[in-house]
């Protein structure tokens, strides 16, 4: 039974607020707290957390405990490490809740181990059932769901995003205990992020739709011939029209690495599946994909799924959708793109062209 | 870097992705039924990460590149069949569950040791590649705590790109949320990776490559010891396979214009 909890944030990047994850995480934590009877312990890591401590001021944590200053400001294994270290001695908690960010995801690992505890990451659900803490997540890529119960304390375990209702507190005044973990020469410097510019960046976490183009965009279509251009209008089109996240399967991201005729903006980054990422939308919908077994694993967090596809065989009609429609994708989204930005017409003139 | 880089990848073996995959209990847990007959390749990220690290070895001369593998002999033997033809490595092979549902630590520990026991490896030389996730366990905790038992403190996750610079410094590209890479300046090894994708091709088959790797392979593989996995302390209540099957709708017989209509509106919703 944990006595002690740990929920360990840190700032946005760039910003001086909590991400919509901590707050996820910081519900969770609360819940845990009351159901088990345990004191809550708040540590935050970052440039200046001043500001965001006041916004969790009403969670009513014993103590919050702060490692920050330009050190800490960016996400970097060795001070992310010590800050996170210093904290959870502090603490002395038995469970320690944090979001699966990339920045935690990099580093908790490492100070379970300092810590002589454990970690466990993608955790779905956290619940306390007669006083025993039992953990959900994946393995084998979401094709097997498994609950599990850990001995070793302390227990650091990061919860995906999306799992619990956000806490919502008044913010207030706060005070922080500042902890400085041992300086370290640090041979590792943050340099900056690259990011795509703002009209090609496709890949949007907080979209209500998920958009996976599938290989059959760049073959040849009906008239024997390839309309890559086409495509990737189209696709362009729909995603500013409909303010959706693109994802794409393997064999369309792979062609990149293959000198076959491609998608410009597709990137390993945007593949979905088996080896690519499980994006959280409430809503999904795949052209031109065959919605085989390896992709579609990385969909099991997409409630609604529909397919547009030319196989009325394929994946996609196994059970894996919701509908699946027996079309050409080329046809329906352009249609779809002229009935989401009624003023232009600028897709049906792509359409016009491929005909 | 004029003597070259030490470059140690940690990899496994896992399913073949198109297999079906059923839990069934097991002796200390959870395992996969028919587990030891499933088709097995290596794990794809930290295929990107050999792969990685075989085109930085060949960019840099005097490099040298093992991989470091936790798993059943008999499996890695039989991915090593095709590993072996598209990259020059030697193998390091610890004869262990490679399950999704072995322990991250022990699993570590075992990595580490292995590592540490490579006869003249070099730590000013020293990178370590793995995948920054499994398509067994997924977890994406096993690189940082080699890193930790091995004392490497500069540790990199979802690297998509290592670019070595003249002054013996490293760029590095690391994946953070929202499709973006976080870039950092790395002065030198040891350091260690965890791969996400990468930006190389799966390499040829390459026959002569494959000879020359398993006169070593064969032999490495047959010396390995066989080594229990420790639970450490974790214990599953259960694992299933997901039950949700959609009842899914197939619609043949609309235009493409309501087949439009009809989306648009569920969008909007």
Redesign the interface.
């Known amino acids: 039974m944990a006595q002690h909890i740990l929920f360990l944030a840190h700032v946005a990047?760039g910003a001086n607020t909590l991400t919509k994850a901590s707050h996820e995480v910081l519900g969770a934590a609360l819940k845990l707290s009351s159901q088990l009877g345990a004191h809550l312990t708040i540590g935050l890591i970052g440039h200046d957390v001043a500001a965001a401590a006041e916004t969790i001021a009403a969670a009513g944590a014993d103590k919050v405990f702060a490692v920050f200053g330009p050190d800490f400001a960016?996400?970097?294994?060795?001070s992310d490490?010590a800050a996170a270290e210093a904290i959870c001695r502090s603490a002395a908690a038995d469970l320690i809740l944090a979001p699966a960010?990339?920045?935690f995801?990099?580093?908790l690992?490492?100070v379970?181990?300092?810590l002589n505890g454990?970690?466990?990451?993608?955790v779905t659900s956290l619940e306390a059932l007669n006083g025993e803490l039992?953990a959900t997540r994946?393995?084998?890529?979401?094709?097997?769901?498994?609950?599990?119960?850990?001995?070793?304390r302390p227990w650091i375990v990061l919860l995906e995003p999306g799992c619990e209702a956000a806490w919502t507190g008044t913010p207030g005044p706060v005070k922080l205990e500042e902890l400085s973990p041992p300086k370290?020469t640090a041979?590792?410097?943050?340099?900056?992020?690259?990011?795509?510019g703002s009209d090609a960046?496709?890949?949007?976490?907080d979209a209500d739709?998920l958009f996976v183009a599938g290989a059959g965009w760049t073959k040849k279509q009906s008239d024997g011939k390839t309309h890559v251009a086409q495509a990737e209008k189209l696709i362009l089109d729909f995603l500013r029209a409909?303010g959706s996240s693109l994802g794409g399967s393997k064999s369309l991201v792979?062609q990149t690495?293959?000198s076959q005729a491609v998608l410009r903006f597709m990137t390993?980054?945007?593949?979905v599946g088996?080896?690519g990422s499980t994006p959280r939308h409430p809503?999904g919908?795949s052209m031109c994909c065959h919605g085989?077994?390896?992709h579609v694993v990385g969909w099991?967090f997409i409630n609604?799924?529909?397919a547009?596809n030319l196989d009325?065989n394929c994946g996609?009609?196994?059970?894996?959708?919701?509908?699946?429609?027996?079309?050409?994708a080329f046809?329906?989204?352009?249609?779809?793109n002229?009935?989401?930005t009624p003023l232009t017409q600028t897709s049906l003139e792509a359409m016009t062209q491929k005909a | 870097m004029t003597n070259g880089y030490h470059i140690v990848v940690c990899g496994s073996v896992?399913?073949d992705?198109?297999q079906t995959?059923e839990?069934v209990a097991g002796p200390t847990g959870?395992a996969?039924k028919n587990e030891m007959m499933l088709p097995a390749v290596l794990d794809?990220?930290a295929a990107h990460a050999l792969y990685e690290a075989a085109n930085l070895a060949t960019k840099v001369v005097g490099s040298k590149l093992w991989l470091v593998s936790v798993g059943p002999k008999a499996k890695l033997q039989q991915v090593m069949m095709t590993i072996a033809q598209r990259v020059s490595f030697e193998l390091v092979p610890v004869d262990a569950s490679a399950s999704?549902?072995a322990?991250?630590?022990s699993t570590?520990a075992l990595l580490a040791e292995a590592i540490q026991s490579i006869p003249g490896l070099d730590r000013t030389r020293l990178l370590v590649f793995g995948g920054w996730e499994s398509?067994?366990?997924?977890?994406?905790?096993?690189m940082?705590?080699v890193?930790?038992?091995l004392d490497i403190?500069?540790?990199?996750?979802?690297v998509?790109q290592l670019n070595p610079q003249p002054d013996g410094s490293f760029?590095v590209?690391?994946?953070?949320?929202?499709?973006?890479?976080?870039?950092?300046?790395?002065?030198?090894p040891p350091l260690l990776l965890g791969w996400?994708?990468?930006?190389?091709?799966e390499p040829r088959n390459n026959p002569q490559v494959g000879m020359a790797n398993m006169r070593s392979v064969m032999p490495a593989l047959q010396r390995a010891k066989s080594v229990p996995l420790p639970v450490?302390?974790?214990?599953?209540?259960?694992?299933?396979?997901?039950k949700q099957?959609?009842?899914?709708?197939?619609?043949?017989d609309?235009s493409?214009?309501q087949?439009?209509?009809?989306?648009?509106e569920?969008?909007g919703k």
């Open positions: 990047e960016t996400a970097r294994y060795m490490a960010s990339s920045r995801m990099r580093v690992p490492g379970a181990y300092r454990c970690a466990d990451t993608h039992r994946w393995y084998y890529r979401q094709r097997i769901e498994a609950v599990i119960r850990r001995e070793p370290l041979r590792t410097v943050v340099t900056g992020i690259r990011a795509p960046q496709t890949i949007r976490p739709l409909s792979d690495g293959e390993h980054l945007n593949q088996q080896t809503k919908l085989e077994e390896p099991r609604e799924r529909r547009v009325p996609w009609a196994r059970g894996k959708a919701d509908v699946l429609y027996v079309a050409d046809e329906v989204l352009a249609n779809l002229a009935l989401l | 896992v399913p992705p198109l995959l839990p959870p996969l794809p990220w999704g549902f322990d991250s630590h570590a398509a067994s366990r997924g977890a994406g905790t096993t940082q705590l890193g930790e038992r403190l500069d540790q990199f996750q979802g998509d760029e590209l690391e994946r953070i949320e929202g499709g973006r890479h976080q870039v950092s300046a790395c002065s030198g996400a994708t990468g930006n190389l091709p450490g302390g974790l214990h599953f209540l259960s694992a299933s396979p997901p099957r959609r009842q899914t709708r197939v619609v043949k609309l493409s214009e087949i439009a209509q009809e989306i648009a569920w969008i």
